[in-house]
């Protein structure tokens, strides 16, 4: 197992889960005001807010809270939130992708450009590492909806391109452009997924030593922990062992 799931595994063991969950919530509102923004504020008729209601949901975030941040959108006060992408260089020559939903884009910039220098990275131009990332759609369901063999057929069915499953779950790769078509014949044959996102999805991994691995995740939960970044990804790859000394 390669890159972010990892460290979101290592995060989640020390017992992070009540600050986590809180600003898990709040950027999952973002997402949702965002979407219901982009077009009507109802889910049956807005494809983006239908994925964003079903990933919040997913993450047990409270109706009320779904509800709030859809009539926020609709708010004479509600801000403009810009989508920003932040492409740099960690510890080890690891690629990281940044990417952020704010309503003041030098704030933002500032914040993540300062905590890249802090763990000894840089940050680069836009489109300086994504070139070796491909952008995909990323579908995952629980375990209990089905064994390997039988989530891998209803995946090719849908026209899906990779699937790992494991005793955590099962997790659908598809093109890009197909997720939406691909996630819709999936519902039909698995029923409604955890979740449906694109994501970066690195073409190669780098593997990086303990002193480089706990630099990289200390540069990530910093980011994360930034209110306008929503998502990190990188490349980076660390072993069986490496992971059990630091999630100990």
């Excluded at 460290?7 to 986590?20: E, P, T, Y």
């Excluded at 209990?144 to 057929?153: C, L």
């Excluded at 979740?195 to 990289?216: C, F, G, R, Y």
Aim: glycine fraction near 8%; charged fraction near 25%.
């Amino acid at each position: 197992m390669a890159g972010h799931s990892q460290f979101k595994n290592i995060m989640h063991r020390k017992g992070k889960q009540d600050s986590i969950r809180s600003k898990m919530f709040s950027k999952l509102a973002r997402e949702i005001t965002v979407a219901a923004k982009s077009g009507l504020p109802d889910v049956s008729m807005n494809a983006a807010l239908r994925l964003a209601v079903q990933n919040a949901k997913a993450q047990s975030m409270p109706k009320d809270n779904i509800d709030r941040a859809i009539k926020k959108a609709s708010g004479a006060d509600a801000e403009n939130y810009d989508y920003v992408r932040y492409e740099g260089y960690g510890p080890g020559g690891t690629a990281v992708i940044v990417e952020a939903l704010t309503d003041n884009r030098n704030r933002t910039a500032s914040n993540v450009r300062s905590i890249f220098t802090k763990a000894g990275g840089v940050l680069g131009e836009t489109g300086s590492v994504s070139f070796s990332f491909d952008r995909v759609g990323e579908i995952t369901y629980k375990a209990s909806v089905g064994d390997a063999d039988s989530v891998m057929e209803a995946a090719i069915e849908a026209g899906a391109d990779d699937v790992e499953s494991s005793e955590d779950g099962h997790t659908i790769i598809c093109g890009f452009e197909a997720m939406n078509e691909v996630s819709k014949a999936l519902e039909a044959a698995l029923g409604e997924a955890d979740s449906v996102k694109s994501i970066w999805k690195p073409q190669n991994t780098v593997p990086v030593d303990e002193e480089k691995a706990q630099s990289l995740m200390k540069l990530i939960d910093n980011l994360e922990d930034d209110d306008d970044v929503q998502s990190v990804y990188s490349n980076f790859e660390v072993s069986e062992e490496i992971m059990a000394r630091l999630s100990a």
